[in-house]
T-cell receptor, first 117, second 112 residues
Framework: GAGVSQSPRYKVTKRGQDVALRCDPI?????LYWYRQALGQGPEFLTY????????KSGLPNDRFSAERPEGSISTLTIQRTEQRDSAMYRC???????????????FGPGTRLTVL | SQQGEEDPQALSIQEGENATMNCSYK?????LQWYRQNSGRGLVHLIL?????REKHSGRLRVTLDTSKKSSSLLITASRAADTASYFC????????????FGAGTRLTVKP
């Protein structure tokens, strides 16, 4: 079956513009996660959802970043008034289960490479 | 913020040798996972070890976990050039839900 998909794969924008990054998780997966990955670094947690509820947004860098998952499936990460330091690979992952301590293997999408000029 | 720290940052070995990578973390965990990432690609789940397990095997992979030292190791035996990738450990902290924290990774290069 299809894995996690993200769109666009590449996004180049000018500083000050808003961007919306989309994640389409594996069908039936309860949990959806957003990460940001700088070159040569591991993924940095941003936020995650169980169904449509945002469980933890402690990793969002500031209030220009927001995410939603209104119907418990597709999610959108929005960055308002982008800045050059927002340039990174933004990765989405989904997992089947939502229980703490369970086998919550996360399946990652290909990422969206965001470049802010 | 990142929870895990991998060591070494980079490792270069010859094909056929074993590769050992270590991960340390800070808080109590439910489980620890190892992921692989080929250059510029997505992350692939390798193995999960629960906090009550000490060792786990999967093919050429062997993972150990020492919760008293808050550390884990990933051993790849009989390495192949195709094992060249970055390897990350990720932990979900005890008491939290599913959000995981990744380390900065170990860049493994296996020379043919």
């Amino acid at each position: 079956g299809a894995g996690v998909s993200q769109s666009p794969r590449y996004k180049v924008t000018k500083r000050g513009q808003d961007v919306a990054l989309r994640c389409d998780p594996i069908s039936g997966h309860v949990s959806l996660y957003w990460y940001r990955q700088a070159l040569g670094q591991g993924p940095e947690f941003l936020t995650y959802f169980n169904y449509e509820a945002q469980q933890d947004k402690s990793g969002l860098p500031n209030d220009r970043f927001s995410a939603e998952r209104p119907e418990g499936s597709i999610s959108t990460l929005t960055i308002q008034r982008t800045e050059q330091r927002d340039s990174a690979m933004y990765r989405c992952a989904s997992s089947l289960v939502a229980l703490a301590g369970s086998n919550n293997e996360q399946f990652f999408g290909p990422g969206t490479r965001l470049t802010v000029l | 913020s990142q929870q895990g720290e991998e060591d070494p940052q980079a490792l270069s070995i010859q094909e056929g040798e074993n590769a050992t990578m270590n991960c340390s973390y800070k808080t109590s965990i439910n489980n620890l996972q190892w992921y692989r990432q080929n250059s510029g690609r997505g992350l692939v789940h390798l193995i999960l070890i629960r906090s009550n397990e000490r060792e786990k095997h999967s093919g050429r992979l062997r993972v150990t976990l020492d919760t008293s030292k808050k550390s884990s190791s990933l051993l790849i035996t009989a390495s192949r050039a195709a094992d060249t990738a970055s390897y990350f450990c990720a932990t979900d902290a005890e008491g939290n839900n599913n959000d995981m924290r990744f380390g900065a990774g170990t860049r493994l290069t296996v020379k043919p």
